[in-house]
């Protein structure tokens, strides 16, 4: 079964850090372009980084840059997001996303983060 499963969320206190791991199971993430998107209650999912297939470009919101880093280890098949410095507008369900050019893609059902005193 292709699945993307997200890992690591919870509650943190602002100016926390967590670091979110997607794991890929049934097929294999080398040749996928992975990225993480966010979804706040109320608002619109928004892509928050992205990092091509090899790991060699990665591309971030401006509202998360220089605070988020994401990174891959093909060989575990696996995405991560460091998270540091949050804020409580960092709180939302991230979501992973596996993306190949002509293919649709792979969607995780997410993970909470909620950023909270």
């Known amino acids: 079964q292709v699945q993307l499963v997200e890992s690591g969320g919870g509650l943190v206190q602002p100016g926390g850090s967590l670091r979110l791991s997607c794991v890929a199971s049934?097929?294999?993430?080398?040749?996928?372009?992975m990225s993480w998107y966010r979804q706040a209650p109320g608002k619109e999912r928004e892509l928050v980084a992205a990092?091509?297939?090899?790991?060699?470009?990665?591309n971030y919101a401006d509202s998360v840059k220089g605070r988020f880093t994401i990174s891959r280890d093909n060989a575990k098949n696996t995405v991560y997001l460091q998270m540091n410095s949050l804020t409580p507008e960092d709180t939302a369900v991230y979501y992973c996303?596996?993306?190949?050019?002509?293919?649709?893609?792979?969607w995780g059902q997410g993970t909470q983060v909620t950023v909270s005193s």
């Open positions: 996303k596996a993306a190949r050019v002509r293919r649709t893609a792979y």
């Open positions: 049934g097929f294999s993430l080398g040749s996928y372009a």
């Open positions: 990092i091509t297939s090899a790991g060699g470009s990665t």
